[in-house]
């Protein structure tokens, strides 16, 4: 039935009979949607026993149960006036006294071998009965499975379309029709370039024939790519809202099931239904689930993806193509997927969703607290220049942390200690107020994390400091030092990588020079310095021993971290030298640490004193302490490592 088509009185009632008995597919409504059935189990009961009811007590006739001695009694008084002999029981009637009505009666029968000689001696109207168990036999088993048949289809009916025995090969798509899906692309922020593309589309299926005109074609399929939680399924239901067509989401996974064939079969259901819709959008997500390339599986591949994906393949751009169908998919690995989908006549366009800059993180911040309550005083630039990196779900986590943090302390209004408490908590973990340390632990700790702070505010590259605490949180952090970039930044020179290398050596340099041995506090420090050191000399060619040669790994998720390394590229002569580049980066970037930290040793003691006093410093604070010592020690730091300049 059309979408838009109106229903005549009564008919809903027939539509859920119809769907309950199994006899047809329900109708939809008027929003596309299949009608909510109301029906529940007890109504059935409570039918049965009615029914039984009223056959028990109106309709059959009243008999009255007396034992055999009184039936013997009214017998022999002459009372009976008729009498049917059964296997197991004697009906008749009594004649009645005066102006009573005669009375049916029923007693069980006895073995009585003078019975009949008695009702020919009272000449009473007597029979035999035979009772046929053929209908009975047959009752007694038609009625339960009849029985149990009706709560089957109840409970499969309960359990949705998709769960059935027989519907296996039925899409699981969840249609939203043109005013189900409510989301337009107001509600998106941060990302407007990938909105301006997808705006087209809309275009596309609003107006066809402006495009149509001039020769061009509707897109066959968008692939949206980008990292986890930036707004990719947003996106997707924005279009489907502006557009005002009927919209198909469906995950990847979902496609395929244990049974050989299933995920082909779901395909050409799912391309079947959004044709009766056209024009409409088909939205798969994760599609990486369903689209990885054939043939890279080294152990076998799995013949049911691959058929499922070559349905897909098909059905996008086969001999049979679907009109007005528009396919969108969002994934965040897009080098896994097979080529064959990201040709164009298939996915034609690819748009990238990336992570949002300060002024999009600013604007999502401002969608996210439409709805709640802020304190005057809460900036939300500058909650935004204090999330990097942060995408729409994490600015949305983080305004619903902070709102969750002010309820708790019976606020009025979100105000931002509330925000920066939240921003610690997403970033950091939960703060262990509670865990018992040790008095020498703690100085150790101090004196860590002000040799970061410290070598953050010496270096000219470095972020501004934020805020330094020695609380522990999380899995594994001890204490942290906070900094704030000042501008979103896309590339980084050579001073800048040595200036944050720096950094991250600050407190194992802080360690060693105040107590004259060092801790495992450091790992984390090491191993991203390591990185950076190799990175610069593998990745980027900025040593002039090993010239401008990149060492490439082996290629890695475009949009997730990098859990593994790729074989070697090049020969053993050329690891150990850049082995040796690696460890003299690091080596010159410790000794100018250790001079940075001596030259402002008493700046370091009062900082490292003052986190024991108080646990959280601010970068203000330290910033005052620095104006009060001697000025010029960033300017008179020590050149460059020379290892690079040779």
Request: with cysteine.
């Amino acid at each position: 039935m059309p979408l838009n088509e109106e229903k005549k009185p009564g008919e809903n009632l027939k539509d859920k009979l119809s769907s309950f008995l199994g006899l047809q597919a329900p109708h939809r409504n008027e929003k596309g949607l299949p009608p909510k059935a109301h029906f529940s189990i007890w109504y059935f009961l409570i039918v049965f026993l009615l029914i039984a009811l009223v056959q028990q007590y109106l309709l059959s006739p009243k008999v009255e149960m007396i034992s055999y001695g009184k039936f013997k009694q009214y017998l022999g008084e002459g009372q009976v006036s008729s009498l049917t002999i059964g296997p197991e029981n004697i009906t008749g009637t009594i004649k009645g006294k005066e102006e009573k009505k005669d009375q049916n009666f029923a007693a069980v029968r006895v073995e009585d071998p003078n019975l009949v000689k008695e009702l020919d001696d009272h000449k009473v109207n007597y029979s035999g009965l035979y009772e046929s168990k053929f209908w009975s036999t047959i009752l007694s088993w038609v009625i339960p499975i009849g029985f149990f048949f009706l709560i089957w289809r109840f409970a499969m009916k309960k359990m949705g379309p998709g769960m059935g025995v027989m519907s296996f090969s039925k899409s699981k798509a969840r249609l939203f029709a043109q005013d189900g899906t409510k989301t337009t692309f107001a509600d998106v922020a941060g990302i407007d370039e990938a909105k301006d593309e997808l705006q087209e589309v809309v275009e596309f299926l609003k107006n066809p024939g402006k495009f149509q005109k001039l020769g061009g074609k509707i897109p066959k399929g968008v692939l949206l790519l980008g990292a986890p939680g930036t707004g990719k399924t947003l996106l997707a239901k924005a279009v489907a809202g502006e557009a005002n067509v009927p919209f198909f989401s469906i995950s990847g996974s979902e496609f395929v099931e244990m049974f050989v064939g299933v995920g082909a079969a779901r395909v050409r259901d799912l391309f079947s239904q959004a044709t009766v819709s056209a024009p409409c959008i088909i939205f798969i997500d994760e599609l990486d689930a369903l689209g990885k390339a054939r043939g890279i599986n080294v152990m076998g591949g799995n013949d049911e993806r691959e058929q499922t994906l070559n349905q897909l393949l098909v059905e996008m751009d086969g001999f049979e193509t679907n009109k007005g169908v528009i396919i969108m998919a969002a994934t965040n690995r897009p080098e896994i997927l097979d080529p064959a989908l990201l040709r164009p006549g298939r996915f034609d366009r690819q748009i990238l969703v990336d992570r949002p800059d300060i002024n999009g993180r600013e604007a999502i911040l401002k969608i996210h607290t439409q709805k709640v309550l802020l304190s005057p005083e809460v900036n939300l630039h500058q909650i935004a220049a204090r999330t990097p990196g942060f995408v729409g779900a994490d600015l949305a986590n983080l305004v619903n942390e902070a709102a969750l943090l002010a309820a708790r302390k019976d606020k009025e209004k979100v105000e931002p200690a509330d925000f920066d408490e939240a921003i610690d908590r997403v970033i950091g973990g939960l703060e262990k107020k509670k865990r018992v340390m040790n008095p020498k632990e703690k100085e150790i700790i101090a004196f860590h994390e002000s040799g970061h702070a410290l070598v953050a505010e010496s270096v000219q590259y470095a972020d501004p400091v934020h805020k330094i605490s020695i609380i522990p949180r999380g899995i594994a952090a001890l204490g942290y030092t906070q900094q704030q970039p000042t501008e979103d930044r896309y590339l980084m020179t050579r001073s800048e990588l040595l200036d944050r290398l720096a950094v991250f050596l600050g407190g194992r340099a802080a360690e060693e020079l105040v107590f004259g041995e060092i801790s495992t506090g450091a790992q984390n420090d090491l191993q991203r310095a390591t990185d950076i050191a190799r990175s610069m000399i593998t990745e980027y060619g900025m040593s002039d021993r090993l010239g401008l040669v990149t060492y490439e790994r082996e290629r890695r998720p475009m949009f997730l971290p990098d859990t593994f390394s790729g074989g070697k590229t090049y020969s053993e002569a050329r690891a150990a030298q850049i082995d040796e580049e690696i460890s003299k980066v690091i080596e010159e970037a410790h000794e100018r640490v250790r001079e940075i930290l001596s030259q402002r040793r008493k700046v370091l003691d009062e900082l490292a004193h003052l986190l024991l006093e108080k646990e959280v410093v601010q970068g203000e604070e330290l910033r005052a302490m620095l104006s009060k010592s001697k000025p010029g020690i960033a300017a008179s730091l020590p050149e460059l490592p020379s290892l690079l300049q040779k």
